[in-house]
């Protein structure tokens, strides 16, 4: 009797081996959320980030044309998972399907969430800006994001993705701790904290002669994004 | 009754992990994290399985242990006992992905590997010991 069971618990263990092969085989390993991966490793030399900004006016940290009716601000950490996920799968559709067609601009909103190392990346970004290429520097950096608060936003990747988005790199290292930035940043804290912004990314909604209205989303992929911007806008 | 006991104790407190990491998942935010990775390992591609969010499998699983753990008998032991083997092989295949492709650690994708590998030994004691017929 003591055997049975011992051989039952034997047969349960490898059916739980292989039942979990067979599941994550079939189902992909988290197959639908495969694409931040695939996609990063296919966006070297920012050849995505150039297309999916390419023609799109820029002024500062602002992307779309400066007539757009709404705006939409964009608060993002550069050290956060989520903000990368949202650039990634979400940026290029809301990129094609509202700024291009003059819908909403949007607004680079950097602040600090993670830790101290966001800072760099936060002024780095903003430095771009002075280029107009904010938009760009961010999704360079999120195209090297390492793990939060180890210290990966160092000047030398700075320098990197700032090279790739074809930046005036001296300028834009430089233009760092230049008062605009420091403005800039100070801007972005204050808004977030006026908006009660408790974790990145978080989205605001602004409609003329209205105020900033966070954006209520049921996911960050374009299937639960769009829903929720189509809705602020209407 | 103790065996009992002790594995609903170990089921409550991964179901308190599961709830957590599951509710982090649908409020997008960051989960508070002192290894430095928590937020990385939850938004990577190995955090959900098929679209469902692998913290709530294992909610749905330590409900499932928790609620064997109130039924006598061989045949509850023995459900438990395939339901927390196959926790563990899902965990260990988990754990290898932190330390692998993902490359950060979550402490709470660690505190969940040894709660579950926990009720799976409680399991596997309890089959053992436990007599043929429901009492």
């Not at chain 1, 607004?107 to 830790?115: A, C, E, S």
């Not at chain 1, 101290?116 to 903003?126: D, T």
């Not at chain 1, 605001?204 to 829903?227: C, N, Y």
Request: some cysteine; glycine content about 10%.
């Amino acid at each position: 009797m003591e055997r049975n069971r011992l051989l039952l618990l034997a047969a349960a263990a490898a059916a739980a081996i292989v039942a979990v092969v067979v599941i994550v085989v079939v189902a992909g390993g988290g197959s639908s959320t495969t694409q931040p991966t695939t996609t990063q490793t296919t966006r070297g030399g920012g050849t995505e980030a150039t297309r999916t900004f390419a023609g799109v006016a820029q002024h500062g940290a602002t992307l779309g044309k400066a007539s757009a009716p709404a705006t939409m601000y964009v608060f993002e950490d550069p050290q956060c998972p989520y903000c990368r996920q949202w650039n990634i799968d979400t940026l290029p559709t809301v990129v094609d399907n509202y700024v291009r067609a003059g819908r909403v601009k949007l607004v680079y909103r950097g602040i600090q969430i993670i830790g101290a190392n966001s800072i760099v990346g936060i002024s780095a970004i903003y430095a771009a800006g002075l280029q107009g290429k904010a938009w760009q520097m961010a999704e360079a950096l999120y195209e090297r994001q390492g793990a939060e608060n180890s210290g990966w936003i160092t000047l030398g990747v700075v320098r990197q993705a700032a090279g790739e988005i074809h930046a005036n790199v001296a300028k834009l290292v430089k233009d760092m701790k230049s008062d605009a930035v420091l403005t800039e940043m100070r801007a972005s804290a204050g808004q977030a904290q006026s908006l009660g912004v408790q974790g990145t990314p978080t989205f605001g909604i602004q409609k003329p002669l209205g105020t900033i209205e966070q954006l209520q989303i049921s996911s960050l992929d374009p299937s639960g994004f769009t829903p929720a911007l189509d809705a602020a806008l209407s | 009754m103790r065996l009992r006991a002790a594995i609903a104790v170990a089921c409550a407190i991964g179901i308190g992990i599961a709830a957590y990491l599951t509710y982090v998942h649908f409020a997008h935010v960051a989960p508070v994290c002192t290894t430095g990775g928590c937020e990385k390992v939850q938004k990577s591609k190995y955090a959900e399985l098929a679209g469902v969010p692998v913290a709530l499998l294992g909610l749905v699983a330590y409900v499932v242990l928790l609620a064997l753990a109130f039924v006598r008998g061989i045949n509850a032991a023995f459900a438990g006992v395939v339901v927390a083997f196959v926790g563990v092989a899902f965990s260990g295949y988990l754990l290898w992905a932190q330390l692998g492709p993902i490359g950060a650690i979550c402490q709470w994708c660690l505190g969940n590997d040894l709660t579950i590998a926990v009720v799976a030994a409680l399991y596997v004691v309890r089959m053992l010991s436990e007599s043929d017929t429901p009492a």
